[in-house]
């Protein structure tokens, strides 16, 4: 019995699983929306939201310049930043505009998503399914920050002719008025 055992093990050793969670987050922080399994997407909500709890724990201590900071302020941020950086890792290259740029991944959990997720309790990724890998039929995800790029358009549902009915008769009484 698993009792008391949170977490997805996905047939890997900690080692092997604690370097994939932290690749996977560099990748999310970085990119802001990466695509995986269903799985791994949901264990990587897990650990890039706590990282993100931290920094938002801090207040404004996060994303004010350091000069402005009082000593006890700056000791406060700089555990901080520790503590996430034993997990995540500092530096990652992206493209942008087909040229590659590297980013600060602290910099931006402690300044950028720190802003943006401010005032906000929690939630700060979305899951969308997209359907079945090709090679080997798992399930697929998306996992992307709230509030971050445009999301891909998603396909239009279908509406029951039940459904359009009643939706036309409660926009007649509105028109009324």
Known sequence: MRHRKAGRQFSRNTSHRRAML????????????IETTEAKA????????????RALRLG?????????LSPEDRVRREAAQRKVGEF???????????????????????????VRFNGR?????????????????????????????????RRPTTKKKGAQAGEAEAAEPAASE
């Open 42 to 53: 949901k264990e990587l909500r897990r650990v890039a939201e706590r990282l993100i709890t």
């Open 22 to 33: 932290r690749a996977l987050t560099a990748n999310l922080v970085a990119h802001e929306r």
């Open 88 to 114: 995540l890792r500092r530096f990652a290259v992206v493209q942008k505009d087909g040229q590659e740029q590297k980013i600060d991944l602290l910099e931006k959990v402690f300044v950028d998503l720190a």
């Open 60 to 68: 404004p201590i996060a994303y004010t310049p350091h000069d402005r």
């Open 121 to 153: 309790p929690g939630g700060y990724t979305r899951i969308i399914k997209l359907g079945r890998r090709r090679g080997d039929n798992a399930p697929m995800s998306l996992i992307e920050f709230v509030e971050g790029p445009a999301a891909p358009p």
